[in-house]
């Protein structure tokens, strides 16, 4: 006996049918390079999304195409998320941040047909070109003025395809498990991973994310995407905001921290999400001049990447009332896989038992399974201390890499293994100790890097730490400390001694050395690749110098 | 290029699979008729889930098979909403306020196998197997006592089935189109119809009732289950509480109006849903006496079944600050097709704006789309005045009744044509008018019994009222007002002097009769067909004695 209900895909254009109807003339907000703003409504942007649907389509490009994007976060880069899904072509979104080299790698694996550029990017693309990107036979330019000159072709203006397709084209239907859109990891050895994302992941990912209280994504909501939109579909935060109908506001070309301040205070934004470093960045804006500011609309921060900090939760909650919550999630899993939440049988601990809560990755979101396996292959229990390796399981879960021979090392028996390292508590709270390559193996025993950092930076005197393993000819690994100060009277006896009373005396990392910056991946993440390679071709000193020696000579260091 | 992500089905049992991890403290109360409660976890619900499974099975029940339902709302038949499609089989809950021919019907026209029972469903069920209900090989009586004596067999004790299962039963895994329970809705003409409902149209269904923000299931709500568990599921309740990890309530075995009234003041209630006559004599039972009651916990009150009144939602909303909210659903929908929510655009109007509009039947839900349809089988525009046929189509509307030739009768072009009759606003929410078959046709003009009920509704002198079509020579039909008083005073000429504000005079019910209390279907709607039935063989005397006189004379009737 089947289900006899009726057989309707979920489709990215079933969402879009809804909100242009429901939320007509609620407002897509973009921040402009003059200071002022582009803003239009939904029923606005349908029209757009279907004209661009139709100028392509009448350019040639067919369903199952790759159209790639090098674009910023703008209302034109959100038309093509649904514009190229919803004709049945795949949205390609590349990092703007990673090496030529590697954009070039990543657009002939993924067979690009068309590529959709910022007219800033001209000079990228003339780079990839040469490097050769023999897939693409056309580019396509983004920006309000004429056509500026190229190397290379053909090339289009962006409103004039909008301009040839039509207001009346309609959404085909199709299977649910057509590709909608890929995107690459940042991977930090050998080259980047294909993920290919369905129509029906991408739903479902929107629906859970709606479905959690402590995001909060409302029709009312105004939500500032900060986010890069070409990392992991903008952490598919657009999609659910367009599923509910919030308002949507976007930080345009070349954002500065100053910036994401100023659009909240001009629209009386209430959400927003980012890395981690954005929430510091903007509190240290902020702190520069805190009378010119009033964030109070602000209510939701969600700050992915990494843990955002006890400080930086604190420093928002007190000073404009903002909640910073957290999840963690990858590329691979449409992408989230937890949020964090405290459940309500939780509520009421002590201030230490909460932000404890808090700084854990959250509980899996509907429709996700989650485990950890040990050594031995064994799944282990969740009792908060079993440290292994995590595995996920959920509709909106690779189940490949896209044409890639490393699948087989992380898909196992329907699971994926993401590569962390983490435990389960009794009740579904994951913390995630680390990457199984940052693990740092010293005389037998793991050290957890992340564990470690996250102690240096809940510290008042320091704003970022990252630890990393160095060779050792004793213990074979030991963890050394890379600290930016927030107060540059920190000593490095200071922060042995605070980290002494929470861990055990052989994980103090044997040596700290104070910088000016951590650098980071194309994504916002501490580049521990990086900082060990410069650390192995020239030591401590070499690092140091690299990286910029903290301001001012510390006392006692 | 197919979407390379995992084909993790959407089952029930993954949703228990992440409630009974994550919420596994969290509880599922049970009022007893001794006054006391019931309460259990999650984890002890799961654990009892998969025994009843595990149970059923070492009974020889198979997949696909059908296992029918005649309970209250209670822990145990909760218990059957998982265990039973858990392990593939369908579960059929059956109206236990249908006559016994019609339960019969449906019963071998479903073909069941098993029959749960409450222990106080005996005599009916004697009724049910003298009538004939040869397919039922088994029979499962819910209860703490002993096994009564029974007439009919092989009778076994659910609880024994309970213990005879096993814990570590594990859930399979299969289609997510598989049919995971079915209903018959309670038709007003002619056999009741079968809607079988897919895993995946309840697992979408919940998805969207836990996203919207006016119903607010959270984790941390406390949600009364009033609704009967036999009509569509609970209204899918149930499993959206489950999803969320929030507290659920059931009123147990044969609850009285005061007993929702204790329970929600015992337990801290935060939400309930019901229909809307629950509503009024919750508030009726209130009124006796007022300073026994605080329910100020309950901020969410869903009522259904029809519009209700702004009396009622301005009586709760001022007595203990309660949301009345309504939506629009029906048996072959899982069952919601829109809910009522103030989109922020429209806040902020004047009192009437706003009550005008939450007496809309709301927008349509996530991944549903609607349309209206005139009588030349063209669309209608969005306008609120056009009014048509109402045609809905979503992954959670049926596709055809379960082995019923009137399939084709409502089934067109991939849309399920509901037998409503309603417009639709620029902002997508809907006003129903009427069924097709209550529409008054007065001389070539169509009347709305369901326009003229709301008003007569609203009148604070009313408590119920339904207006019916009545045959006249003259205008081939009229309408006719059938009043149940607040206030006895109330008079006739009021009431007219009152509609003609607000209709054309030729809408104004020729007829006004004040009578005890409007019939009601087995969910709870006003029966009209009834009123019809009974005014076709006695006329309007005949139908003011059987219905009952107003408790009083009243003056100028």
Same mark, same amino acid.
């Given at each position: ?28 907000? &973009? ?8 803003? =239009?409504? #939904? !029923? ?17 490009? /067919? ?11 703008? #209302? ?7 514009? +190229? ?16 080299? @590697? ?9 690009? &047909? ?12 003339t780079q990839l070109v040469e490097l050769g990107i023999p897939s693409v ?32 084209? $309609? ?9 909608? !859109? ?38 009312? @909501? ?17 999609? &659910? ?14 954002p500065a921290d100053g910036d994401y301040v100023k659009i909240i205070q ?20 902020? /702190? ?11 209510? &939701? ?5 990494? !843990? ?8 928002? !909650? ?6 910073? +919550? ?42 996700? /399974? ?16 079993? +440290? %292994? ?11 490949? #890499? ?6 087989? $090392?992380?898909m196992i028996d329907g699971w994926f293994r993401t590569g962390d390292v ?61 600290? +930016? ?12 001694? #605070?980290?002494? /009373? ?23 993440? =501490? ?7 410069? =650390? %192995?071709? %020239? ?19």
């Amino acid at each position: 006996m089947d289900g006899l209900m009726m057989d309707q895909p979920l489709l990215l254009s079933g969402l879009l049918w809804r909100t242009e109807r429901l939320f007509h003339d609620k407002k897509v907000i &973009t921040r402009l390079e003059n200071g002022g703003y582009h803003e =239009y409504t #939904y !029923a606005d942007y349908a029209k757009r999304v279907r004209r661009l649907a139709s100028g392509l389509e009448l350019g040639g490009v /067919k369903p199952g195409e790759r159209v790639g994007t090098i674009a910023w976060n703008h #209302y034109r880069h959100f038309e093509t998320y649904f514009a +190229v899904p919803g004709m049945g072509a795949v949205l390609h979104t590349i990092n703007m941040r990673l090496f030529p080299e @590697q954009q070039q790698y990543l657009i002939n694996h993924a067979g690009d &047909t068309v590529l959709i550029l910022d007219e800033d990017q001209i000079p990228l693309v003339t780079q990839l070109v040469e490097l050769g990107i023999p897939s693409v036979r056309a580019f396509v330019v983004i920006g309000d003025g004429p056509l500026p000159e190229t190397s290379f072709g053909p090339v289009l203006r962006y409103e004039d395809i909008i301009s040839t397709g039509s207001e009346a084209w $309609e959404f085909p239907s199709f299977d649910e498990n057509t590709a909608a !859109a890929m995107c690459y990891t940042s991977a930090t050895t050998g080259d980047p991973k294909g993920v290919v994302y369905s129509h029906r992941a991408m739903v479902l990912q929107s629906m859970c994310l709606a479905m959690h209280d402590k995001l909060n994504m409302s029709e009312s @909501q105004v939500w500032l995407e900060v986010a890069p939109m070409f990392h992991a579909n903008g952490w598919n935060i657009p999609h &659910t905001a367009l599923l509910q109908g919030a308002t949507l506001v976007f930080p345009g070309i070349h954002p500065a921290d100053g910036d994401y301040v100023k659009i909240i205070q001009d629209l009386g934004v209430t959400g927003m999400n980012g890395a981690v470093t954005i929430g510091t960045m903007m509190r240290d804006f902020i /702190k520069d001049s805190p009378h010119d500011w009033d964030l109070r609309s602000l209510t &939701t921060m969600w700050l992915g990447g990494q !843990a955002p900090s006890r400080a930086i939760m604190e420093w928002w !909650a007190d000073t404009y009332g903002t909640w910073v +919550v957290q999840g963690y999630g990858m590329t691979e899993c449409t992408p989230q896989i937890c949020f964090n939440s405290i459940k309500s049988t939780l509520s009421g601990g002590s201030e230490e038992d909460t932000f404890a809560l808090r700084q854990k990755g959250g509980q899996p979101i509907p429709l996700m /399974k989650i485990k950890t396996v040990g050594e031995d292959g064994v799944e282990l229990p969740w009792d908060g201390e079993s +440290v %292994g390796d995590f595995w996920v399981q959920s509709p909106f879960t690779a189940s490949e #890499y896209y044409d890639d021979e490393r699948t087989k $090392e992380n898909m196992i028996d329907g699971w994926f293994r993401t590569g962390d390292v983490g435990s389960i508590d009794p009740d579904g709270y994951v913390v995630i100790r680390d990457r199984s390559k940052d693990l740092i193996k010293s005389g037998g025993e793991w050290i957890s890097s992340i564990d470690l950092e996250n102690a240096l930076m809940a510290h008042p005197k320091v704003r970022e730490a990252t630890v990393v393993s160095v060779p050792s000819d004793k213990w074979l690994e030991r963890p050394m400390a890379c600290v +930016v100060p927030e107060d540059l009277s920190v000593t490095e006896g200071e922060l042995r001694t #605070y980290l002494a /009373k929470q861990f055990a005396k052989w994980w103090i990392p044997d040596s700290f050395l104070f910088i000016q910056a951590v650098p980071k991946t194309s994504v916002g993440k =501490y580049n521990k690749k990086e900082i060990r390679r410069i =650390y %192995g071709e %020239g030591g401590a000193d070499c690092l140091v110098t690299v990286l910029g020696a903290a301001d001012a000579p510390l006392a006692s260091r």
